[in-house]
């Protein structure tokens, strides 16, 4: 049985290979934005719930025996969920906003058991985070955009870069902040059945 992430983030794939799972990678190709307007008056752990299952079911027709995991993160701060900025111009106004503030990074999570191409059982839930931002100079705030680090990952931050010299404080799972909670992924697995230690890779 083949573990599958289906996303393109390094972070999380460097989660997971520290933590024992050397995953094959399919990036989904999903179109984010068509995915969240279908939602109906959604609440906000439902939007990536919802965003990470697609991702993983966009790719599980090219595996016949296998475990596919899709993830999506966003960061809920004043009323507004907030995903990638993709722009240095929105990345900086986010950052003059989260200063001084605190969020919650949601990383939404979806656990597909794939046999003879057909997805047998699933499972899904969204993680929850409180991020405490430092209050960054605005040179500081122009320094860490031009990086171009915050333009491609929720929220416009990152705990494991050179963002995380201006989170001051997280409440809650830390791999989740990175991109993929591997407490909620365990106990995703196991309600399909799976044991998260028969994935990890045999020792040297």
Not at 41 to 48: A, Q, S
Not at 77 to 85: E, N, R, T
Not at 94 to 117: F, Q, S
Request: glycine share 12%; charged share 20%.
């Amino acid at each position: 049985m083949e573990f599958v992430l289906a996303s393109q983030s390094p972070a999380r794939l460097g989660v997971l290979r520290s933590a024992g799972i050397d995953p094959v990678v399919r990036v989904s190709g999903v179109d984010e934005d068509a995915v969240a307007a279908a939602l109906v008056d959604p609440r906000p752990e439902d939007v990536v719930v919802a965003l990470a299952e697609a991702k993983a079911r966009t790719v599980v027709g090219e595996f016949a025996d296998a475990v596919v995991v899709g993830c999506d993160s966003m960061l809920h701060f004043g009323g507004d969920l907030m995903g990638k900025p993709g722009t240095p111009e929105i990345a900086r106004e986010r950052w003059l906003a989260m200063a001084g503030g605190r969020g919650h990074l949601l990383t939404g999570h979806a656990v597909l058991r794939v046999k003879d191409g057909v997805v047998v059982d699933s499972a899904g839930g969204a993680g929850s985070t409180a991020v405490r931002f430092a209050d960054p100079s605005p040179a500081e705030i122009d320094a860490y955009v031009a990086t171009g680090e915050p333009l491609g990952v929720a929220g416009a931050f990152t705990l494991d870069g050179r963002g995380g010299w201006f989170v001051d404080a997280i409440e809650g799972d830390w791999s989740s902040v990175i991109g993929i909670s591997l407490p909620l992924t365990r106990r995703l697995l196991a309600a399909i059945g799976i044991s998260v230690t028969d994935l990890w890779r045999p020792n040297p």
